[in-house]
């Protein structure tokens, strides 16, 4: 099983980018995905979760200009943001709690990182 991100990449201030990410693998069930962020010599913090519910958390710097959604059919969270700022600029990484058909429990998964630069 894994977690595969795209949709990085070099974009202007105020411009936009749509991360990807999808789970593969024998999945019984995705509880929650998200997406976090680390930027250079800082820790990884939580930029936005969603349940499979559809209840949405987001971290306040993105409130507003970040938008995450889920397609459970197809196991993948989406990131849309908008409005960038240079401050974004960091590596993103999707992660999913989910139980494999397999487990008795859930476990944690992280995807590999994509890079997100902004521009001034």
Request: overall charge positive.
């Amino acid at each position: 099983v894994q977690l595969q991100a795209s949709g990085g990449g070099l974009v202007q201030s105020g411009g936009s980018l749509r991360l990807s990410c999808a789970a593969s693998g024998r999945i019984r069930h995705i509880v929650t995905m998200g997406w976090y962020r680390q930027a250079p010599g800082k820790e990884r913090e939580l930029v936005a979760s969603i349940s499979q519910s559809a209840d949405t958390n987001y971290a306040d710097s993105v409130k507003g200009r970040f938008t995450i959604s889920r397609d459970s059919a197809k196991n993948a969270v989406y990131l849309q943001m908008n409005s960038l700022k240079v401050e974004d600029t960091a590596v993103y990484f999707c992660k999913a709690v989910l139980m494999l058909v397999t487990d008795f429990g859930t476990r944690t998964l992280w995807g590999q990182g994509t890079l997100v630069t902004v521009s001034s």
